[in-house]
């Protein structure tokens, strides 16, 4: 651990809540199943932190069916996603080894269905608490007094600049 | 709050409420001028404010559709972002980090101390640094800028540490900057508690806004009518060809008609273009005071990029004041670099989220995995330096309506060979600045969507050059304003709010000695 909490703006909503089990994916609301998984190890497999478990990607995903429940160019996009990923290789892309998923992924690039499910799972995957806490990252603060007595200025492996500088 | 007829014409109507409106409203309604405000977006609350990256975006951002065009990287990377600003009371004032430097005397002299640049078209501004001076020290007392005014610099932090030292080593002076976010208790205000999210709206009230200084103030002068929620849609002109009214769609979607004795924009450069390219009629076939083809062009938004650099040990840059740190080497103009103008290195932090989202937007796979895993140890900087005026870049209108039935923009933007050897230059001595206090990895991040959007109504001695008087009156219309940042005649390398709060000021004293005469 790296000895940090991190912290959501109490105002927010709190996370999504996923299963630990495979009924997570009765959560989903339109993203057909087959299509989540998809999704999932494509998630996976573009931003792949081994530290990290599988519920945060999960959570991705259920953000993606919020995405394609209130947007159907979303939806398609996904499908779409899917149907090329899938369509590329002799086995399903979620069957591939990692190596595969990779080449899947890079000759699909340019595509806007692509671009859509890549920055999505930016979007979402680095804006989850579970991630800040696993990377550093402590989050909101003024409900806590800012950091101003919480380190702002507690680095001690480097000189420290003069006063007023 | 005072109200006015919608056919009161002796009200000044203001578009917009950020650096340049809100100020200038507060600055006419204390010299006793009627003001009518108008404001695309919704009146925020210090309550309403989130300390959280997406949401506070989500909440303030400008994020009506736009295209882009040319060969710069924000195009391909935010294509319909290409700009940043927000739509809120408060404007982008809201979202700022808070940097005041001032123009230097070369950058408003940019035509004759750079010479003629093949493929740019430099003028000095129609203003110096002497006319200027007074205001920006009228400003910076009004903001509580740091180093001025009595005011004490901000702490050093942790991203600081890392650039002193790394700075320090080079032989390079660094310094916490001039920011006008309080150290100390000033003008009503608290110190900063170093939270970390002016960006987002800034909930403690310690770095100046119009949304917490200028607009109350001029609330309390009984002078000002603050309408929220009223997006600005056409500018009407009367029979002698004088700006006299503003049309305007309601948050229920009604339009109204407010009657005006003058017209100020101030909605950011792609807003105030846009406003002036539609609001075409008989008299003004290409768009209200753009007989030349100037509006909309020249369009500047600075060169902006960031080195995100891992070190062995934590960081925590995410801990306190966002911008408070500055290099100032590079800033004067020097032909031995090989390019022209200059540009200030400052710190830079973001939180995990829109670090990830910008260290290289469309970069995947492990190699960005293993990099971002780091963020407790990343430390950053962000250049902001002048980028060349050129014709070709311009707000143009498209094809396709928004919901208030104006023409979307387009934003098109080639780099200047200049800008892409400024931008090289700055990479190199930010990566040698991280790399000189131990970094082992440094990543060249790419441009945001652009937030210091500049010069595409600019002011000009003459009218053939440009849009604007250097009053930041139009040539072609005398009761017609514009006050943010696309009046600059060029870019400069600091970040704008300053100069545009100066300006502002100085045009306030204009209106209403035109007006005690008469003349407007």
């Known amino acids: 651990m790296n000895g940090i909490n991190a912290y959501k703006d109490p105002k927010l909503p709190p996370p999504i809540e996923v299963a630990d089990g495979p009924e997570w994916v009765e959560a989903l609301t339109i993203l057909d199943r087959d299509v989540a998984h998809t999704l999932l190890a494509a998630a996976r497999t573009l931003y792949p932190h081994d530290g ?32 090329r990923a899938d369509a590329t290789m002799p086995l399903p892309f979620r069957e591939l080894s990692e190596s595969y998923r990779v080449a899947v992924l890079k000759e699909m690039e340019t595509s806007a269905a692509f671009r859509l499910v890549q920055r999505s799972t930016v979007r979402f995957l680095y804006d989850d608490v579970e991630v800040w806490q696993a990377f550093g990252y402590e989050g909101a603060s003024v409900h806590l007094g800012g950091y101003v007595a919480r380190g702002f200025n507690d680095l001690d492996w480097l000189p420290e600049p003069p006063a007023g500088v | 709050m005072t109200q006015y007829e919608l056919d ?108 003629d640049i093949p493929g740019a078209s430099l003028i000095d501004w129609p203003l110096t640094l002497d006319e200027l ?31 002193y030292a790394g ?83 309601d948050a229920a979607g009604t339009r109204h008609r407010q009657r005006a004795r003058a017209v100020v924009l101030a909605g950011n450069c792609v807003e105030s273009s846009r406003l002036l390219l539609h ?35 934590p960081v925590n840059m995410h801990r306190g004041e966002i911008m408070t740190g500055m290099v100032d080497d590079f800033v004067r103009h020097d032909p031995a670099r090989g390019f022209a103008g200059g540009y200030y290195v400052e710190l830079n932090s973001m939180g995990l989220p829109t670090t990830a989202a910008f260290l290289d937007p469309g970069w995947w796979g492990r190699d960005f995995a293993g990099v971002i895993e780091q963020y407790a140890h990343m430390a950053g900087m962000l250049l902001s330096g002048e980028d060349m005026p050129q014709a070709g870049n311009r707000i143009t209108l498209t094809d396709e309506l928004d919901a208030f039935g104006v023409p979307v923009a387009n934003i098109h933007y080639d780099e200047h060979p200049n800008d892409l050897k400024m931008r090289s230059h700055g990479y190199k001595t930010m990566t040698a600045i991280h790399q000189a206090a131990g970094a082992k990895r440094s990543i060249e991040a790419p441009a945001y969507p652009a937030s210091h959007n500049l010069g595409s109504n600019r002011m000009s001695a003459k ?58």
């Open chain 2, 463 to 520: 009218a053939e050059d440009g849009v604007l008087d250097g009053q930041g009156r139009a040539h072609e219309v005398p009761n017609l304003f514009i006050a943010d940042g696309s009046a600059f005649a060029t870019g400069g390398a600091c970040n704008p709010t300053l100069t545009i709060v100066a300006l502002a000021i100085r045009q306030a004293d204009f209106m209403t000695r035109q007006m005690a005469a008469g003349a407007l």
């Open chain 2, 8 to 115: 009161d014409a002796g009200v000044v109507v203001i578009i917009g409420s950020g650096a340049g409106g809100g100020t200038l409203a507060h600055e006419l309604t204390r010299r006793g001028v009627d003001v009518v405000l108008l404001e695309a977006g919704k009146h925020l609350t210090a309550e309403d404010f989130v300390n959280d990256e997406w949401g506070g975006y989500e909440m303030l951002s400008w994020l009506d559709k736009r295209t882009a065009s040319g060969d710069w990287r924000v195009a391909r990377d935010h294509p319909l972002t290409p700009s940043w600003s927000c739509q809120v009371v408060g404007g982008t004032t809201t979202h700022w980090s808070g940097c005041c430097y001032r123009l230097i005397a070369d950058e408003m002299r940019a035509r004759t101390v750079y010479g």
């Open chain 1, 52 to 83: 990290l478990p599988e519920r945060v990607y999960r959570r991705v995903i259920l953000h993606f069916d919020r995405m394609a429940s209130h947007s159907p160019a979303a939806a398609q996009s996904f499908a779409e996603f899917v149907d």
């Open chain 2, 167 to 249: 700075a320090t080593a080079l032989g390079l002076n660094a310094s916490t900057g001039r920011q006008a976010i309080n150290p100390i208790p000033y003008d009503g205000r608290p110190a900063t508690i170093q939270d970390g999210f002016t960006v987002t709206g800034d909930k403690v009230g310690s770095r100046w806004s119009t949304l917490n200084v200028e607009i109350p103030r001029a609330l309390a002068t009984g002078k000002l009518e603050l309408r929220p929620q009223s997006r600005a849609v056409f500018i009407e002109h009367d029979a002698a060809g004088k700006a006299s009214g503003v049309v305007y769609v």
């Open chain 2, 279 to 313: 609001s075409a009629s008989g008299m003004f076939a290409h768009g209200l005071a753009n007989g030349h083809g100037n509006v909309g062009r020249y369009y500047l938004r600075h060169i902006i990029q960031t080195v995100w650099s891992v070190f062995d040990k």
């Open chain 2, 133 to 163: 001076e007074p205001y920006y020290h009228l400003a910076e007392a009004k903001m509580g800028v740091t180093r001025t005014n009595g005011l004490p610099g901000l702490p050093a932090n942790n991203n600081f540490k890392v650039m």
